[in-house]
């Protein structure tokens, strides 16, 4: 017997990587690094990279190889919210290159300009496989995705380690449910469609 497999209805919007890493300072209140970096295998912009980079009072700025791929992440990941690190961030041509073991300690290597950025996630959890099957979640969230939540993380900046560890965030409640998990997480192989109308 042969076996059959579902095709899904709509069409194929985005595929790629989502890298978060959020620290704060211990007992402190506000974030001591911020970090979203999208990475597209596919989509309308084609490939490429885009960091959303907040390093209070050192680096605040959106890094990018490719421009028409910022503006697909503005006008579709946001889909007209405002903006999750502030509007009127500068734009930076920058130069980016994964290093390290997935299975371990994954990191991010990122230059622009006179910055040299480099962001590792450690003590990755086992993964979660997330699927969307309700075609009014898939059109505004990913539709499958396959998280890593991680204990541990560093960014380091010009060479100088930032000050900050991962915390529990409430936002992964209302997205996965159960309790809250690490604000810092990779996403691989996340794909987002449009299921027709």
Known sequence: MTATYPI?????LWSGEHWICFLRAPSAQEDSVRVSLYRSVYSPAGEGHVAFVD???????ILTDNRAFLEFIRTTMFRGKAPPFGSGLPVVEAAFRREGDLKKS?????EAGKHLLDVTWT???PPTLAFRGDPEFQRQRPAFTILFFCQGARLLLDGQRIEGT??????????LGGGDRSSCVFAIAETMIRPPD
Do not use: D, H, K, T
Not at 8 to 12: E, I, S
Not at 106 to 110: D, F, I, K, L, R
């Open 8 to 12: 899904l209805p709509g069409r194929l």
């Open 55 to 61: 390093v209070p009072g050192s680096l605040q700025a």
């Open 106 to 110: 994954p990191s991010w290597v990122m």
């Open 123 to 125: 003590q990755l959890e």
């Open 166 to 175: 991962p915390y529990p965030r409430r936002i992964w409640r209302e997205a």
